[in-house]
């Protein structure tokens, strides 16, 4: 059972079961063993007295990298669609987008090139 649990940062958290194994009913005979949820602690019978059982439980979060790159994200998101609107209802940014779109298009395959050089370069200078 993971107990705590909330849906920030892009975890999402679906309903829990939160059913327990054999809980004795009839607390007034106890034996060795049984378990009982009394309040909200669970207990179990050690064969003389109730023991409240271990309370801790495993924790889910996300770490720093993953929450700054999930921000990073959801801002990019944001921009582009900020983009997208002015792009609909303004020909001219259109016509500058799709030249920034050829722009980096043309990068990329350079960008091919240069690899493809440096790799070249690399496996000639190997003894």
């Excluded at 019978?45 to 921000?71: C, H, I, K, P, Q």
């Excluded at 350079?110 to 496996?123: C, I, M, P």
């Amino acid at each position: 059972m993971i107990k705590g649990l909330t849906g920030s940062n892009g975890v999402t958290v679906g309903a829990g079961n939160t059913s327990v194994p054999y809980i004795n009913q009839n607390t007034n005979n106890p034996v060795t063993g049984m378990m009982r949820i009394w309040g909200t602690d669970m207990q179990v019978f050690d064969g003389s007295s109730w023991l409240n059982m271990n309370a801790s439980y495993a924790t889910v979060g996300l770490d720093d990298d993953t929450r700054s790159l999930l921000e990073w994200a959801r801002t990019q998101r944001q921009l582009d669609l900020n983009r997208q609107t002015l792009i609909k209802n303004n020909p001219a940014l259109e016509k500058a987008y799709e030249a920034v779109k050829r722009a980096e298009a043309n990068f990329d395959l350079l960008a091919k090139f240069v690899e493809e050089d440096s790799n070249d370069t690399q496996v000639q200078a190997s003894p």
